[in-house]
């Protein structure tokens, strides 16, 4: 009998524990205290020193710190779109989880697991500020502090062996300060190609979860231990200098980086049309890249000539072979009044095989429109040879920031390559009867402009030059002059310079690449922002 007792008695005191504590959980989750009262508001005028300390953590960072900008007009926005961004987000979230669980139940024996609400709340995440950083790189920095106190209601059941559980996500609260840069800045909408996210401190995550109706958070012990892992969790894979990568677009495409040359030799026409009164015509021909905003390049002029024969080779930067084309166009010379066109004819790059010569014989057409009956008469040819010389892929770099790593095509002359000139902006130019700058380039007797900004003490041009050479510049120097020219007729000061620099090449071509903001002078502040780059067959 005592042996019987004492297994009733443990089995008893087994019972009652767990019964017990059951018990008292659930009191624990479900009894509220009826005698809460609604704290007193009282202005921040009337609080004491210690009260104040204490809120001090709660004070907004564009009060504390003035390099964060207040941004409620961002806040307002969120909160008028957030109905939306509800939505769109959830979306996004479910596509994105969808092959994700389908892919690990099998391993853990799981039937489903399926959403069976998914919702953010109505209250959206506010920027408590947001600071700004400039750098003389293609890049945008932004360290906005986000705090989110939301009312999420996520729930996700899942379903093994004949049963199911429901898992609920409520009362969520982050407090995050992330770094988000895009880089690069690209002429194509949205603008920027890749998104890169860190964060610059651990994150402060709060959430209750409700198995079977009861909150799990409130298990003693277990909130401090899953709040401390998440932390280190995501603090181990994005805090800073670690980042978390999103492409938005190819970058190569679209900054239009060079990624070929076009080797054009034109060879002769025939049959041409006579222009001219006394029964001949002077005819020259056009090249130009469609696409490209460099100006067209030009043969010699062949006097009174039908059948001229000219020979010449023109090399030409090419940035998307996919959608550009070579036109020609045929001109008669005059001179005196305008050059009468007498034909033309485009060549899609995509048309050309890489890397092989191809010799086209082209009938001169009015203009590409095929339902043009003009187009029927006859106008001549023009023979043509051309060669397009991709880059090489195994030779590309794998980060676009390490561009100055491209190489040039074979057939380019040893010790020859492309020289590329992105000028950026000026700051600080004032001219004595106007500021309306643009920037002139003079290298090698060849003169390029960037486009005029009206009324401009820092302008910003963004604008890229490219020189294909034969040889290195290691003894070549750059000019570039910040010019001024009056929008008004008849000025007595038409034109003037506000500063000028003459940059050595031998330093870009042993660097590769250069990104500087160069002292203009005759200039009492103006500064010139100049990327150079140069890219070889070696």
């Not at 062996?161 to 609920?168: S, Y």
């Not at 100006?295 to 940035?319: G, Y």
């Not at 561009?403 to 040039?408: I, N, Q, R, T």
């Amino acid at each position: 009998m005592g042996f019987v007792s004492t297994i009733l008695g443990f089995c008893g005191f087994g019972v009652g524990v767990s019964f017990g504590l059951t018990i008292g959980y659930y009191l624990f989750i479900y009894f509220q205290p009826c005698d809460v009262k609604d704290p007193v508001i009282r202005p921040l005028v009337e609080r004491d020193t210690k009260s104040l300390q204490q809120l001090l953590s709660e004070i907004p960072l564009w009060v504390k710190c003035p390099d964060y900008d207040r941004v409620d007009w961002l806040n307002k926005f969120i909160e008028y779109m957030w109905p939306y961004l509800d939505k769109a987000i959830c979306r996004t979230a479910k596509d994105i989880a969808a092959p994700i669980i389908a892919e690990q139940i099998p391993k853990f024996k799981i039937d489903s697991v399926e959403f069976e609400t998914l919702t953010l709340g109505s209250l959206p995440p506010t920027f408590q500020g947001m600071k700004v950083y400039v750098t003389d790189e293609k890049e945008l920095i932004m360290e906005p502090s986000v705090k989110w106190a939301g009312n999420p209601n996520v729930t996700v059941a899942v379903k093994a062996f004949g049963l199911k559980a429901t898992v609920q996500v409520v009362d969520l609260q982050v407090f995050a300060a992330p770094r988000i840069t895009l880089k690069p800045l690209v002429p194509s909408f949205p603008c920027f190609a890749n998104i890169s996210v860190s964060l610059m401190e651990k994150p402060h995550v709060d959430f209750g979860l409700k198995l079977l109706g009861a909150d799990l958070m409130s298990i003693p012990g277990l909130y401090r231990f899953v709040q401390e892992t998440i932390k280190d969790q995501v603090a181990n894979m994005y805090l800073w200098p670690k980042t978390l990568d999103v492409q938005i677009l190819d970058p190569s495409k679209a900054m239009k980086r060079p990624v070929g040359i076009l080797h054009v030799k034109i060879l002769r026409a025939m049959k041409l049309r006579k222009k001219d009164i006394l029964g001949a015509s002077d005819p020259y021909v056009k090249v130009k890249l469609t696409e490209s905003k460099l100006p067209s390049k030009k043969t010699t002029v062949k006097h009174k000539n039908l059948n001229p024969e000219w020979d010449e080779e023109f090399n030409m930067v090419v940035k998307d072979p996919e959608s550009q084309a070579l036109e020609l166009s045929v001109y008669d010379w005059e001179q005196i009044g305008k050059h009468e066109k007498m034909g033309m004819n485009v060549i899609p790059l995509k048309d050309l095989t890489p890397d092989e010569s191809k010799t086209m014989t082209l009938d001169l057409l009015k203009n590409m429109d095929s339902n043009d009956t003009q187009n029927d008469k006859d106008r001549g040819q023009i023979m043509v040879e051309l060669t397009y010389k991709p880059f090489k892929e195994e030779e590309l770099p794998k980060e676009f920031e390490e561009s100055d790593a491209h190489k040039v095509p074979e057939g380019t002359p040893p010790g020859g390559g492309v020289l590329m000139i992105m000028v950026h902006e000026a700051q600080d130019v004032e001219g004595k009867h106007h500021t309306n700058p643009y920037v002139r380039l003079i290298f090698k007797g060849e003169e390029r402009k960037t486009k005029q900004v009206k009324k401009n003490r820092d302008p910003r041009w963004e604008e890229e030059f490219t020189f294909v050479l034969e040889e290195a510049p290691v003894n070549d120097r750059l000019h570039m002059e910040v010019v001024s020219t009056s929008t008004r007729i008849g000025l007595l000061h038409p034109k003037e310079v506000l500063g000028y620099v003459d940059i050595n090449l031998s330093d870009v071509v042993s660097n590769k690449r250069i990104n500087e903001k160069y002292h203009l002078i005759d200039s009492k502040n103006g500064r010139l922002q100049v990327e150079l780059q140069w890219r070889t067959a070696s």
